[in-house]
T-cell receptor, first 116, second 112 residues
């Protein structure tokens, strides 16, 4: 099992450009989430999904779009990149299950994004 | 606003010593989790403690939870250089969903 795979690992954008960060998991997990990590601030939830076709906003959703057409994939779209979106982005997945299982997240290795 | 806040922000110890990190949170929780992040990598789940538990052990890890003080601590005993990482606590705002909140983390350095 590859687990949670994020691509690309690194990306540099110019202000105003758009791009999609890819996230795929092969564990058949129902839940998937996107976070951004900034120095000294831990992880902040951007969007999450509890199943195909179902998404919801997290703490910092502005400037990002998501969709979940399959269980395996959960792409994150930046429609018009801004320097404030320079960050490290992590995708995570969780399986639906018992009280503990649904709280254990499996993370990808991250995408380092710089917006100039 | 952040739910979890760890302290200290950074901790440096010698190999073999114990490391203690603390986490405080603001609202009621169903459970609290600790994660480890090695430099440049994703987070890895370490341990989960439920709100009705006071202490939990996993190998060299010991987690305590005090819901009256809204705080938790993570103790790593007999630390090793390989324990060098950042440690984060996380809580779930929603018992049924996936709305997790992470603290800013503690950077642990274990010196050989």
């Amino acid at each position: 099992n590859a687990g949670v795979t994020q691509t690309p690992k690194f990306q540099v954008l110019k202000t105003g450009q758009s791009m999609t960060l890819q996230c795929a998991q092969d564990m058949n997990h129902e839940y998937m989430s996107w976070y951004r990590q900034d120095p000294g601030m831990g992880l902040r939830l951007i969007h999450y999904s509890v199943g195909a076709g179902i998404t919801d906003q997290g703490e910092v959703p502005n400037g990002y779009n998501v969709s979940r057409s399959t269980t395996e994939d959960f792409p994150l779209r930046l429609l018009s990149a801004a320097p404030s979106q320079t960050s490290v982005y992590f995708c995570a997945s969780t399986r639906r299950g018992g009280r503990e299982a649904k709280n254990i997240q499996y993370f990808g290795a991250g995408t380092r994004l710089s917006v100039l | 606003s952040q739910q979890g806040e760890e302290d200290p922000q950074a901790l440096s110890i010698q190999e073999g010593e114990n490391a203690t990190m603390n986490c405080s949170y603001k609202t009621s929780i169903n459970n609290l989790q600790w994660y480890r992040q090695n430099s440049g990598r994703g987070l890895v789940h370490l341990i989960l403690i439920r709100s009705n538990e006071r202490e939990k052990h996993s190998g060299r890890l010991r987690v305590t939870l005090d819901t009256s003080k809204k705080s938790s601590s993570l103790l790593i005993t007999a630390s090793r250089a390989a324990d060098t990482a950042s440690y984060f606590c996380a809580t779930n705002r929603d018992n049924y969903g996936q709305n997790f909140v992470f603290g800013p983390g503690t950077r642990l350095s274990v010196l050989p």
